[in-house]
């Protein structure tokens, strides 16, 4: 596209019009002046079996399925209200990654971090814990870090996402599937199979605790919420039990990726620009204290922090494209015909690295996020300069509960830990992997606490 000097491409593969977009203008007359045209979703062999056949909020084609799910998730899961009620589990999580790389640091002395594992894990052990209740399926580590049960499960959450929407020819060329030519379809439902191992007993005991042995418990968290959901007219159950594991599961792909992505390339970038660090840490310092640790309450005046989230998801989202829309209807978009059902990649990077609509598009620079007049910096761009939580009626949801998770993890870490490179190197590899946008090589930090002792839990 850049050698045509075009900002929307259209290719065509097998009967399917793919179109390709990278200008913010572009992005907005689709997202925002015709959304009510291009708000639904391909129909591909991996979204098909990661939704359980289409029962979801976030893979699903526009229709009835998807207007009921979409209402029960944001009014029932991802509502104000709600996520207060959440707080303390939250809350227990950050406590709980604060230990684990506390004792990862051999106490005072200092000691080598896996960045990446670190971020994945918490954002696992959020979204478990906000959902099932559950940190563990195990006993978990002594440390405080996942066990074997975890690591599976947040690996199988990520293999998962790495296929969602990946090309496969068979999309394109329906008969082709039953062969599986490029082994995708096998590796989803390993994956899925791994999930299932976990989530499925959890959920199914307490369905059966809900509702054959009607049991009088707190309700304790969303599964407990999603299993008490009844039909206004009829008074029954409004979600069936693949209803309620195929949710689960699409919020936990949801709440795993981003925010440990942004959280991971946020720390090399500042790792190897220092001057970020100090800055970041001084306005925690100012904001939060050294006797403490951070709380959502201090997240409204850590602007500093929520800048390098926000530049982290400019410059290194998480996939190439943002999950892709279907328009419903014929339309003319930029100048062009457009025909029902064709497919809607917009480029995240073709947004965020825009060099006519950012200064320097390349360079990790936070402070082009902070607002002159010092109000707040939020983590979304409805106006699409850069494709973090996107816009319209498939806009994501979870915006509030992503923005604190991505913050907490990124201000608690630099709160409680002194990082620099580890001893043998001179600099961090800021290069991309071959096939993702991750970092080549998984991070890795060597972290000092820098609070008093008595400021960590302890286990
Ligand atoms: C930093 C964190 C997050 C980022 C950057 C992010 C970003 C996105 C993006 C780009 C989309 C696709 C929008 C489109 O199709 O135009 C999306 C959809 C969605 N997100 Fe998020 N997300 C985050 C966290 C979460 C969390 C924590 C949840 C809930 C647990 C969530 C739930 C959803 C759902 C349900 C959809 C599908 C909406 C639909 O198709 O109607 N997201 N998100």
């Known amino acids: 596209m850049e050698k045509m000097n075009t900002q929307i491409a ?33 129909v591909h062999m991996s979204t098909e079996i990661s939704t359980y056949g289409y029962l979801t ?41 604060t230990r684990w790389v506390y004792n990862l640091c051999n106490n005072d002395v200092g000691g080598l971090v896996k960045v990446r594992t670190v971020a ?10 906000l959902m099932i209740n559950k940190r563990y399926f195990g006993e978990g580590m002594v440390d405080g870090g996942p066990g074997p049960e975890e690591i599976e ?15 496969s020819v068979s999309d394109y060329l329906p008969w082709l599937r039953r062969f599986d030519l490029d082994g995708h379809e096998k590796i989803l439902r390993n994956a899925l199979e791994n999930i299932k191992k976990y989530n499925d007993p959890v959920i199914d005991e307490r369905i059966h605790m809900w509702r054959v042995k009607k049991e009088k418990k707190e309700v304790q968290d969303i599964l407990d919420v999603l299993i008490l959901l009844t039909d206004d007219s009829t008074g029954s159950p409004l979600l069936s039990s693949s209803e309620i594991k ?21 720390f090399a970038e500042m ?45 290194h989202p998480v996939s190439a494209f943002n999950v892709p829309h279907v328009s419903t209807a014929d339309t003319n978009v930029a100048g062009y015909f457009i025909p029902k059902g064709s497919h809607v990649f917009i480029s995240r990077t073709g947004l965020g690295r825009n060099p006519k609509m950012w200064k320097e598009p390349l ?16 983590l979304s761009d409805p106006k699409l300069g850069l494709l973090s939580f996107s816009t319209g009626r498939r806009g994501c949801p979870g915006v509030v ?36 946008l991750t970092l080549s090589k998984p991070l890795v930090g060597l972290a000092k606490p820098r609070l008093a002792k008595n400021v960590y839990p302890t286990l």
Request: include cysteine; hydrophobic fraction near 40%.
């Open 120 to 129: 994945q894990h918490y954002c696992g052990n959020v979204i478990r814990k």
């Open 271 to 315: 790792i190897n620009e220092p001057k970020l660090l100090q800055r970041a840490v001084e306005e925690l310092d100012e904001v939060v204290g050294k006797d403490r640790l951070v709380q959502e309450s201090d997240l409204s005046n850590l602007n500093f922090i929520k800048a390098c989230a926000r530049e982290a998801f400019r410059l």
């Open 401 to 436: 509960l992503g923005s604190t998770m991505t913050t907490m993890l990124l201000a608690t870490l630099l709160h409680g830990f002194t990082w620099t490179m580890p001893p043998s190197m001179v600099s961090i590899s800021l290069a991309e992997a071959e096939h993702d």
């Open 57 to 97: 909020v976030a893979l699903t084609p526009y229709g009835e399925q998807w207007k009921k799910m979409r209402r029960i998730v944001t009014s029932e899961v991802l509502s104000t209200q709600r996520l207060r009620w959440l707080q303390d589990k939250r809350m227990e999580e950050v406590d709980h990654l």
């Open 153 to 167: 499960h947040v690996d199988s959450l990520f293999k998962i996402l790495g296929y969602i929407n990946a090309f």
């Open 10 to 42: 259209c290719i065509r593969l097998g009967r399917v019009h793919v179109i390709t977009v990278t200008s913010p203008e572009v992005g907005q007359e689709l997202l925002l002046r015709q959304d009510s045209i291009f708000c639904s979703r391909p």
């Open 363 to 378: 360079k990790f620079k936070p402070e082009r996020h902070l607002n002159p007049d010092g109000s707040q910096v939020v």
């Open 246 to 266: 195929a949710q689960i599961l699409d919020l936990m792909l949801a709440a795993v990726d981003n925010p440990s992505h942004a959280t991971e390339w946020a």
